[in-house]
């Protein structure tokens, strides 16, 4: 019996495929690794050589020799938020037909934990896809060193491609549409405001009141505590109030604070849109099923994810230049949670 029987056959390398194929090493690792010119005669002995010999290739040696990992690192704020969900479905929709893996990191919106999140990518990673937990954060302006796109999210002092959606415009549609239902008395219910498409949205929601006669008054505006408080509470400390003190309508700022303010409508017994009109910021796959369905300020979620992949490979092949701003379209859906008020 051959000393050799039984042993396992040792693994293909480049020069074994070199030799079947009867190119050089060079022309071999250039067909493999895809880079490099290779005739298409070559190619092709190249390839039905790696074929015959079971050759795989080696992606971690192939990473070490390039500098490249071929893997885009998405930090988000929250995972089991619709939003990010949809978003990250659009960015690995571009990325894995280009032939990237994604690696996914949840903040919890902490920024030390983002920023843990970003400083492991960083070493790891070819580029990075950043929905920030803060968006006034000095120390966010640092560079990461590598291509770097923000989603939804801006941060001040930081020049670096963006998606997102013209928020203050969307937030003033929807005041525009309570308004023109004959409300006066326009809450507004929001995440804490140290990011920027939140502080955008409140701005839109204040200019559009104003421009409609309208002065706003901040006893009709809640917010949740911090990024970890619970938006019914924010909620039922706006609405918790005799029927002449309390909004007869409310503007929601994103869909998480559109849940809990659902709940608390709900905890207090009130009627929408008999008691009270809600118009949302965000779209999901629930809202339409409530009763009435809610009225809402679309965003292609799915589109911005896209786009922000699509900025990233446009970096990674080498485009330069300042920061990109790309701004997408929102859409108000008009369903049945808007009425005019009820005389009270």
């Known amino acids: 019996m051959s000393k050799d029987a039984g042993r396992p056959a040792a693994t293909p390398t480049v020069n074994d495929v070199a030799s079947e194929a009867g190119v050089s090493f060079a ?6 690794g895809d880079y490099g010119y290779v005739s298409a005669k070559a190619k092709a002995k190249v390839e039905a050589a790696a074929v ?48 990237y893996t ?27 896809v950043l929905s920030p937990a803060r968006s006034f954060d000095k120390h966010r302006t640092r560079d990461v060193g590598k291509p770097l796109v923000l ?4 941060v001040r002092g930081l020049d670096v491609d963006s ?44 200019a559009a009141l104003r421009r409609a006669g309208i002065a706003p008054d901040p006893a009709l505006e809640a917010a949740t505590r911090d990024h ?8 039922l400390a706006l609405l918790d109030r005799p029927a002449d003190e309390r909004p007869t309508a409310v503007f929601t700022t994103e869909n ?14 009130l009627t929408i849109p008999a008691d009270l009109s809600i118009v949302a910021f965000d779209d999901t796959d629930w809202l339409p099923l409530m009763e009435p369905p809610i009225t809402v300020v679309r965003q292609p979620v799915v589109d911005l994810g896209r786009r922000a992949a699509e900025l990233l490979l446009e970096r990674l092949d080498g485009t330069s230049g300042p920061g990109r ?20």
């Open 27 to 32: 022309t071999a690792a250039r067909a493999l």
């Open 52 to 99: 015959a010999l079971g050759y795989r290739r080696n992606d971690v040696a192939r990473a070490l020799a390039s500098g490249s990992t071929r893997t885009v690192g998405l930090v988000v704020g929250d995972i089991e938020n619709p939003y990010f969900a949809a978003a990250s479905r659009g960015v690995a929709a571009v990325l894995e037909p280009a032939g």
């Open 102 to 128: 994604l690696l996914l990191a949840n903040s919890d919106e902490d920024p030390e934990r983002e920023r843990q999140a970003v400083d492991v990518f960083s070493t790891r990673v070819d580029a990075l």
């Open 151 to 154: 989603l939804d999210r801006t």
């Open 163 to 206: 998606v997102g959606v013209d928020n203050a415009a969307a937030a003033a549609t929807a005041v525009e549409h309570l308004v023109g239902l004959g409300h006066r008395r326009i809450g507004v219910i929001a995440s804490p405001s140290d990011i920027s498409s939140t502080a955008d949205r409140l701005r839109g929601f204040r």
């Open 228 to 235: 970890a408080g619970d938006p019914e509470d924010a909620a």
């Open 256 to 269: 998480v604070v559109t849940g809990g303010t659902l709940r608390a409508v709900r905890r207090l017994g």
């Open 325 to 344: 701003r790309t701004v997408l379209p929102t859409e108000l859906v008009v369903r049945g949670s808007c009425a005019s008020p009820r005389t009270r």
